[in-house]
């Protein structure tokens, strides 16, 4: 499994998933089964701030509660463990959620960007373009399909497409593969 990266169609905003964070991703949603499940990405920007690199992602907080058709993530733990990664040598930080709806076609909903939009405007999450990482139970070319957003706070969802050097490495054009 390679990384993914993606962007969106204006370039103004572009993402890079590490392998390792995709192989924790497709664990966490085969344990969930047929409930939904998800938990934050954390990361950081590169030097020139133009890409979001996403380092890890997070089982889903101890406090969270889900169902076959939807979820909400808890935040037991998650204050401390941000802290430790804003204060550790390579300073890691709150960059979006990832969230798993198990059924073949991924299709984001509307709670799920209005909560995106909240996260955006919320002080304490000092994150103002946040990312969402919608995977599903569809698979292409044997992976894992998934679609990202960046959801800034002054305008609408927009869809991180894999990059052209990620097409010809078998990503999918629209969304993306795990």
């Known amino acids: ?28 949603c085969r344990e969930a089964g047929t409930s939904e ?22 089982p889903p907080p101890s406090d969270s509660r889900r169902g076959r058709s939807w979820f909400v993530r808890g935040v037991s733990g998650l204050r401390d463990m941000l802290g430790k990664k804003w204060r550790a040598k390579e300073r890691t930080y709150y960059i979006g959620e990832w969230h798993f709806h ?14 995106m939009l909240k996260i955006s405007h ?11 990482l919608i995977l599903g139970t ?7 399909s998934f679609r990202a957003f960046v959801c800034p706070s002054d305008g609408a969802p927009l869809e991180l497409l894999a990059a052209p050097s990620e097409k010809s490495a078998g990503a999918l054009t629209e969304g993306g593969a795990l």
Request: charged share 25%.
């Open 37 to 58: 499940t998800g938990g934050i990405l954390i990361g950081r920007h590169s030097d020139d701030l133009t890409v979001a690199i996403v380092r890890e992602a997070t």
């Open 122 to 132: 919320a002080k304490e999450y000092d994150c103002k373009e946040p990312l969402l």
């Open 1 to 28: 499994m390679m990384d993914w990266s993606g962007k969106t169609v204006d370039g103004t905003f572009a993402v890079q998933l590490q392998a390792h964070v995709l192989r924790m991703l497709d664990r966490l």
């Open 102 to 115: 198990p059924v073949d076609h991924v299709e984001p909903s509307g709670d799920d960007f209005e909560q």
């Open 138 to 144: 569809g698979q292409q070319q044997g992976q894992r």
